[in-house]
Structures are given as structure tokens and as C-alpha cells.
């Protein structure tokens, strides 16, 4: 659907810009953001934390990604219908309480429920970039939609280190305490400073719709993030893939029957919603392998070929800046944008991207020698080029769908970045696995690390990512983003 057919927009005051709220809005992204990164830190240590096996202590990480898949496009149309405003205020509530909830446990079932309440504040990025639709003039909607979705790179960029210096030197428990008290913070700045929005999507909400997404997403995304520890082959992989394309299949044909579908497939395969998503889920791939393998080689012993054997907080500060850069370059996008239209912004951003890892590869294909200030240039350019594709995405989503469902086309395009970085997860983390080799570590232990080789493909894999979200975007009609 072109913007021709939106509802029109009632125009906020120029006047009138909602700065603070626009603020508070970019905070609350960046506190969403760090939950996805305060485990890391953590993750070798949990099982003796949490005095759980090490392969039930991996789903931490595993029910806050399927919490949040789930909840993000759900989330949105509940924001159309009942307000955004207030799904932004449940959102900042859950992980509120699911922060509290780890901040007090000493075993890892009362973990995983925190952890999955947590998981319910995904939302927050989506819901927040359409409710600036609703209050921010059009003049200024660009650079604050832009702020909005570089708070997932400051969160992701800025947590590593902060919540691995916390945790080795103040305490865990307390690293949690201090994300309930950002997220309470948020959440009262978002009742103080953003109004409810005027607009509503009618219909009822398609409470079965929501049950088969909530199937099909689990049915898909929890192979891909086990699928390396209970084998590709096995029956439960295999079985889980096979149920996702049965329940997809049954799922849109309940979605297509409706007349207020939970997402309306319709409006998400005209040509620049489904080619901006396409490109979303390149971008998002390529994204997760910079934040996977860039870390691990900082870390990697120094006997290991290209080790610098570095502690994960020094590792995470030499990566830190890309946050930094995503944010200013966000910015960059608005101005690309208002110039030359989305879609061009959206394919500088990936061209950006592909560029960093043209950097990642000297070391890895040349005989260029592998330091830190070399992974902190790489790591910048795809901070860089992600800001600027990021923040092209919902411009691209908000030109092309309705006012009045704004947050189902926001959520259904932040999950298709989820699905990006799920499938860079099993695809890269399957290859770095496969290609292990044992070293003497800083301990003078033997560990097992990826080989050059096992990078090298990962690599070159996350690039082709690039160069095809540049060129979808490039297909995007010219007309829906002018």
C-alpha cells in the first residue's frame, strides 16, 4: 500500500516539538536494548550462579529472545487498538518486574521467568517509534524516528562493558537492581512526557492469530537458537521446523480470513513493506555476526592465530564507540532521507555495513597483522552503516502503511530484524563451532577457539548480507519513498 492510502496524518505543531518526550522514548529504547546484553557477561558463569547445568543455563538468553519475538508484533497491534501509550507503559512495567525478579534469585527457574519478563519490553523500540508518528511534526519526525532506532545499537554497544565491569566488581544481583531502576525511571518519564495517541485500528483483537504467532515464531526460533546444542539433525530440530512451515501455513490462511487480522499479510506483502523487511532480516543478520565475532577474537588467547587475549571488559571498550557512531549516524540518515528518500539512506546503511566487514577481512585474507585499533575502525564503520540503515527502516514502513497501523507494520518489521539475528546466530555460531581448534589459554589451560578459516566464511557470508540488503533497498519503488 503506497502513503496515498494512509489515514491522514493530523499534523502536530511545529511549534510544539515534544523534545522531552522524544528523550525519554530514545532512553527507554536504550534501556530495552541493554537487556539483551547484560547477560553476556554472565553467561560462563551462570551455572554456578544459578547452580543449574551449563545447558539449561543457555536458556537465559534463549526465553528472552522468544519473549520478545512473540511480543513485538503483538505488542504493536495492541498499540493500535488500545494505545500506545499504554503498551509503552506495560512494556517498561515487565521489565521492571522481571529485573527485580533476577535481581533476587539464587536458582535459575525464578531466573528464566525474570528473564522473560524482561523479554516482554521488546516491544518498546517498535511502539515508541510509532507513537513519535502520532505526536512529532513531520519536520522532525526523521531525526527522532532515527534516535529511536539507534538506542538499540548505544544499548547493545554501551551495556557489554558496563555490565561486565558491574558484575566483576560490585556484584550481579546488583546489575540487575540497577536495570529495574532504569526501567521504573523510563517508565515514569514515559507517563510524564507522552501523550496518548488520537488514533485507534478498529476491530477486536484476534486472540487466536496471536496463539499461532506465538507457535510459529517458537517453531522456528528455538531451532535456530538449540539447534547447535541438540544437534541439526536431531528429532526435535527437524520436528520443530517441520511444525513451523505446518502452522505458518494454517496461521495465514486463519490471518487472510479476518477482517482485522492480527497482521494484515496483505499489507505486509505489497512490494515496499515485504522488500523493506527483506532487507531488515540481511541487516539484522549481518549485524549479530559483527557483535559475535569481532568480541571473541579480542578475547581469543594470544596463542591462538589472531588472539589479542584481551578481558571482556577491555574487549567490549574497544567496541564501545560503534554505539556512538550508530547514534550520530542515525542523524546522517534523517538527512539522506529528507535529500534522496529512505530507500537510498536504507541502502548507504547496508553499503556502510558491508564496508566494516571489508575492513574485518584484511587481517582474516591479507597479511594485514590483527590489532584492536583495527577491530575499533571496523567495528565504527558497521556502527556507522547500521545507524544509518536503521534508522531508514521504519521512515520506509511509516511512508507505506496507514497511521492507524503503524505499530503492527513497526513490530512485524522489528521481528523480521529478530529473525535476522537469530539465523546469524545459528549460521555463524555453527560455523565458528565447526571450525574450533585447541589452544593453550591465558591459564595455561587448552581451550578451544575458532580457527581463521572458520571466520573467514562467517565473514564473507555476513557481507554477501550487505551487499543484498543494499541492493533490495535499492528495489524498494522509488515513489513509496519519495
Not at 166 to 181: D, N, Q, V
Request: aromatic letters at 6%.
Amino acid at each position: 500500500m503506497s502513503a496515498e492510502g494512509s489515514t491522514p496524518r493530523e499534523e502536530p505543531s511545529d511549534d510544539n516539538h515534544p523534545r522531552a518526550a522524544v528523550a525519554v522514548l530514545s532512553l527507554a529504547g536504550i534501556v530495552v536494548a541493554l537487556m539483551q546484553t547484560v547477560i553476556v557477561p554472565l553467561i560462563p558463569q551462570l551455572p554456578h550462579l544459578l547452580h543449574a547445568r551449563p545447558e539449561h543455563a543457555t536458556w537465559a538468553l534463549t526465553i528472552t529472545l522468544l519473549v520478545g519475538a512473540v511480543i513485538t508484533p503483538i505488542g504493536g497491534r495492541l498499540g493500535d487498538m488500545y494505545g500506545k501509550r499504554r503498551m509503552l507503559l506495560a512494556s517498561m512495567g515487565a521489565v521492571t518486574v522481571g529485573s527485580a525478579v533476577c535481581a533476587v534469585s539464587s536458582s535459575l527457574p525464578p531466573f528464566l521467568l525474570g528473564r522473560g519478563l524482561q523479554g516482554l519490553g521488546f516491544g518498546t523500540i517498535a511502539l515508541g517509534i510509532s507513537a513519535m508518528r502520532d505526536i512529532v511534526p513531520t519536520r522532525r519526525l526523521g531525526s527522532s524516528v532515527g534516535a529511536m532506532s539507534a538506542s538499540l545499537g548505544i544499548g547493545g554497544a554501551l551495556g557489554l562493558p558496563l555490565a561486565a565491569v558491574i558484575a566483576e566488581f560490585i556484584g550481579w544481583h546488583i546489575l540487575f537492581w540497577l536495570c529495574a531502576i532504569a526501567a521504573a525511571l523510563a517508565g515514569a518519564g514515559i507517563a510524564r512526557t507522552v501523550p496518548e495517541s488520537t488514533q485507534r485500528a478498529g476491530g477486536r483483537f484476534d486472540f487466536l492469530g496471536a496463539l499461532g504467532l506465538a507457535a510459529v515464531l517458537t517453531c522456528l526460533l528455538l531451532p535456530l537458537s538449540m539447534g547447535a546444542t541438540w544437534g541439526w539433525g536431531s528429532p526435535p530440530t527437524v520436528g520443530l521446523l517441520i511444525a513451523f512451515v505446518l502452522i505458518a501455513v494454517a496461521w495465514g490462511a486463519h490471518e487472510l480470513r479476518r477482517a482485522a487480522p492480527l497482521i494484515d499479510l496483505r499489507l505486509a506483502t505489497g512490494r515496499p513493506v515485504l522488500l523493506t523487511n527483506i532487507a531488515s532480516i540481511a541487516t539484522g543478520f549481518a549485524f549479530y555476526s559483527m557483535q559475535i565475532m569481532p568480541i571473541q577474537l579480542l578475547m581469543a588467547p594470544t596463542s591462538s592465530e589472531l588472539g589479542l587475549g584481551y578481558q571482556m571488559a577491555v574487549a567490549a571498550l574497544v567496541l564501545a564507540p560503534s554505539g556512538i557512531l550508530m547514534f550520530l549516524f542515525s542523524r546522517v540518515s534523517s538527512w539522506l532521507t529528507e535529500r534522496y528518500g529512505p530507500r537510498i539512506a536504507l541502502a548507504i546503511g547496508g553499503g556502510g555495513l558491508g564496508l566494516g566487514y571489508a575492513v574485518f577481512l584484511l587481517p582474516l585474507a591479507t597479511d594485514v597483522p590483527f590489532t584492536w585499533w583495527l577491530m575499533l575502525i571496523s567495528s565504527g564503520i558497521s556502527g556507522a552503516g547500521l545507524g544509518t540503515a536503521y534508522a531508514a527502516m521504519p521512515a520506509l514502513i511509516m511512508r507505506a502503511v496507514p497511521i492507524a497501523q503503524t505499530g503492527e507494520a513497526n513490530g512485524v518489521n522489528a521481528l523480521m530484524r529478530v529473525i535476522g539475528t537469530s539465523t546469524s546466530a545459528a549460521l555463524v555460531g555453527t560455523i565458528l563451532t565447526w571450525s574450533m581448534v585447541t589452544v593453550l589459554g591465558t591459564n595455561g589451560q587448552p581451550t578451544r577457539v575458532p580457527d581463521v578459516a572458520g571466520y573467514l566464511t562467517a565473514a564473507i557470508i555476513s557481507l554477501a548480507a550487505c551487499v543484498a540488503a543494499a541492493l533490495v533497498a535499492l528495489a524498494i519503488p522509488a515513489q513509496s519513498s519519495s
